[in-house]
């Protein structure tokens, strides 16, 4: 079975504070994903990389970076934590053409 | 601008009885188009798809039909079970793109 892992389940953050959100997946996935999900928003794309050191920029990246050094490893940066970004963060990967698998979600909450 | 829309955002069932979820879509480029569950406080788990050059999909108590000129598909449960309470999402995605478009979420409620 293919695993997403993220570093953590649930983090409380001070505004101003950065945020490091860290995703590993085991099976070699060329697309990795990081998504939001608010209650009535859905889910929505805040980045995704399809290759090592390459970004692209989803609907609503304003207020996050991320970082792909490493094929297995994608990472989220919140350089300045604000309320606004509580939200819960999803990571995913997926093989070409395949579906998409996500990790079991990091709930922020920024104070 | 939506291009993926789930516009009942709860839908309550009794246990035995079908569940219908209903998603449309705008981009007639789109070609292939998933049901996603997710339960709270865990990440969305792929339930079943379709791709374009079908209208109908089986997968056990699991159902999704496509209908390609009114832009809309449907998730069918039956018979509904008290596990099913979820959110479930719909998504779509076009040949070339790996990026999955996701509609808003629907609260479906089997009670037992």
């Known amino acids: 079975d293919v695993k997403v892992t993220q570093s953590s389940r649930y983090l409380v953050k001070r505004t101003g504070e950065k945020v490091f959100l860290e995703c590993v997946q085991d099976?070699?996935?060329?697309?990795m994903f990081w998504y939001r999900q608010d209650p009535g928003l859905g889910l929505r794309l805040i980045y995704f990389?399809?290759?090592?050191?390459?970004?692209e920029k989803g609907d609503i990246p304003e207020g996050y970076s991320v970082s792909r050094e490493k094929k297995e490893r994608f990472s989220q940066i919140l350089e300045s934590a604000s309320t606004n970004q509580t939200s819960m963060y999803l990571c995913?990967?997926?093989?070409?053409?395949?579906?998409?698998?996500f990790g079991s979600g990091t709930q922020l909450s920024v104070l | 601008d939506q291009q993926v829309k789930q516009n009942s955002p709860s839908l309550s069932v009794q246990e035995g009885r079908i569940s219908i979820l209903n998603c449309d879509y705008t981009?007639?480029?789109?070609?292939?188009f998933l049901w996603y569950k997710k339960y709270p406080a865990e990440g969305p788990t792929f339930l079943i798809s379709i791709s374009s050059i079908k209208d109908k999909n089986e997968d056990g108590r699991f159902t999704v039909f496509l209908n390609k000129s009114a832009k809309h598909l449907s998730l069918h449960i039956v018979p509904s079970q008290p596990g099913d309470s979820a959110v479930y999402f719909c998504a779509a995605c076009q040949g070339g793109s790996e990026k999955l478009v996701f509609g808003k979420g629907m609260k479906l409620t089997v009670n037992p």
């Open positions: 995913a990967s997926k093989a070409q053409n395949e579906k998409l698998f």
């Open positions: 981009n007639s480029m789109f070609d292939y």
């Open positions: 099976m070699d996935h060329e697309n």
């Open positions: 990389s399809y290759d090592v050191k390459m970004k």
